[in-house]
């Protein structure tokens, strides 16, 4: 099983690539997602956020409004790391248990895991290597913007509160150009796709071979 940290910037298109690797044959996780699960009302994670943050950041309904938190935590780097002391146990627990569920069925399974944080937060070491999803600063400020409707203050901040995609490209074994056409991304995800297969054997091998050597 070959386990891939699949990250990029806000707005750099990691959703359409990974919609495209898991139609290649790839498993995908993602943390986003599942953190937005362990948030639901009266769970653990729901308690501590309200109590750290207050009542004010629910919808009538008494879920969270996450977009709410995220003016909140985005523009206070103290309330950012207060957010993420609490989310990241939570969600890594879960994702081990994935992770686990995976390997069982699938042992040659290549596992995408979505964290779009992943170098932020120090989680590359998990992995057996990263795959980044890049577009330039200047495009990823005007997705930004257009998809959210932001202002244009406001998705700089969001921007800037995270590691510029720049300096991520320094720990990407595998980088994807996301700024062209969809045609495009489908002939840089093949080629990235070729390699995560290449790499998935190679491991394979080399964890058999070990265990040959370890049985004499």
Do not use: C
């Not at 120090?122 to 202002?151: C, H, M, T």
Request: hydrophobic letters at 40%.
């Amino acid at each position: 099983m070959l386990n891939v940290g699949l990250t990029g910037g806000i707005s750099t298109g990691k959703t359409t690539i990974a919609r495209l690797l898991v139609e290649k044959g790839a498993f995908l996780i993602d943390l986003d997602e599942a953190a937005h699960q362990l948030q639901q009302p009266d769970t653990e994670v729901w308690r501590e956020i309200v109590a750290t943050f207050g009542e004010n950041i629910l919808n009538p309904d008494r879920t969270i409004d996450r977009n709410k938190l995220g003016i909140m935590v985005f523009s206070d780097s103290e309330k950012l790391k207060r957010l993420n002391e609490i989310m990241h146990p939570a969600v890594f627990r879960t994702w081990k248990k994935r992770m686990a569920e995976i390997k069982s069925q699938r042992p040659d399974a290549i596992v995408l895991t979505d964290i779009p944080l992943l170098i932020e937060i120090g989680a590359q070491e998990r992995f057996d290597l990263v795959l980044l999803v890049y577009i330039p600063p200047e495009d990823q400020l005007k997705r930004l913007i257009l998809r959210n409707g932001y202002s244009r203050e406001y998705a700089e901040k969001r921007i800037a509160s995270q590691m510029s995609i720049e300096e991520k490209v320094k720990y990407a074994r595998i980088v994807i150009d996301n700024q062209g056409s969809i045609e495009e991304a489908e002939e840089r995800v093949d080629e990235a796709w070729q390699e995560l297969l290449r790499l998935e054997k190679n491991k394979r091998e080399k964890n058999s071979l070990e265990q040959r050597r370890l049985r004499t």
